[in-house]
């Protein structure tokens, strides 16, 4: 069957979005065999996959993106709002309301398509706590449909990813639609998560002092899967939140460099809770047909 696609590139993190197939309409072991397929052929380069559905499709209201596992995914969230924009008329600069699984409310895009910029606002984090691994205190950001854990001080491993996710999975009952850790350095090399200075009392970020640096890896229950991503958007949000704990009242400007390349974070906080959190920066959107006999 032939699957019309549009690849999605924000800071490397592949995502092919299926525009002529609906989830409703496939069976869970279809769906993570239609995933498993997309990630896995080297032409594409996916990292993910996800489902587009328009507006009235399924009692949706707004256009809707399915991620291949029911998680949630920042990067693809900002990337289905600029093909939105597009798909939908729009030059220039605006905002778009779209919905995703993983959450349980619409989420603003704003988006340029002259520049290929756009900036998703999400939710905050329900709960920041830490979870004890072997003698460290690692931070812990739980997101509708993703939970991040910062390993600051580990160097990336799928054998210490899976350590730290049973040590996770000990102290909950389940988990979300997805969960990714954040092996977090600074831009020269692995340092602890702390090693950049902190916010100005206004919240802003020294222009020498904003970029942080992150590997991000991020498992799907729904299709089993585990990938080294080169950028994450929800993960370069947990970071920020994190990196701005101390800050009360204010905004406070990320950049989070990752193997694919930057994530730009704004985050307000109020009363040091944080009442808006954003992610963007560029993404690329290409046209595919891709034939697949499974």
Request: hydrophobic share 45%.
């Amino acid at each position: 069957m032939k699957y019309d696609l549009i690849i999605a590139d924000p800071a490397k993190n592949i995502t092919a979005f299926v525009l002529n197939q609906t989830p409703s309409r496939m069976g869970a072991d279809l769906r993570a065999a239609l995933a498993g397929a997309l990630l896995a052929d080297p032409a594409i380069g996916a990292e993910q996959a996800a489902f587009v559905l328009p507006p009235g499709r399924e009692g949706n209201r707004h256009w809707r993106l399915e991620m291949m596992g029911g998680e949630f995914c920042g990067n693809a969230a900002r990337s289905f709002g600029l093909y939105v924009a597009g798909k939908t008329g729009l030059h220039g600069r605006h905002r778009v309301i779209i919905e995703s699984s993983g959450l349980s409310v619409p989420i603003p895009v704003q988006t340029d398509t002259e520049t290929g910029r756009a900036e998703a606002e999400i939710p905050g984090p329900s709960v920041m706590t830490t979870l004890n691994f072997e003698g460290r205190s690692l931070p812990v950001c739980i997101f509708e449909g993703i939970t991040h854990v910062l390993a600051p001080d580990l160097e990336p491993d799928r054998e210490r990813f899976f350590a730290i996710k049973a040590a996770f999975e000990r102290t909950v009952r389940s988990l979300p639609g997805a969960f990714g850790i954040l092996f977090a350095g600074s831009p020269a090399g692995h340092a602890a998560v702390d090693a950049a200075p902190p916010p100005d009392a206004a919240g802003a970020s020294p222009a020498d002092a904003a970029v942080l640096s992150m590997t991000p890896a991020v498992y799907v229950d729904g299709t089993d899967s585990l990938v080294f991503e080169s950028s994450c958007g929800s993960g370069s949000a947990a970071l920020a939140v994190y990196r701005s704990r101390n800050l009360r009242d204010g905004e406070g400007r990320y950049r989070i460099a990752q193997p694919g390349g930057i994530i730009e974070v704004r985050i307000v906080k109020r009363a040091g809770a944080a009442a808006s959190v954003a992610i963007g920066g560029r993404v690329t959107l290409r046209e595919l047909v891709w034939d697949w006999a499974g």
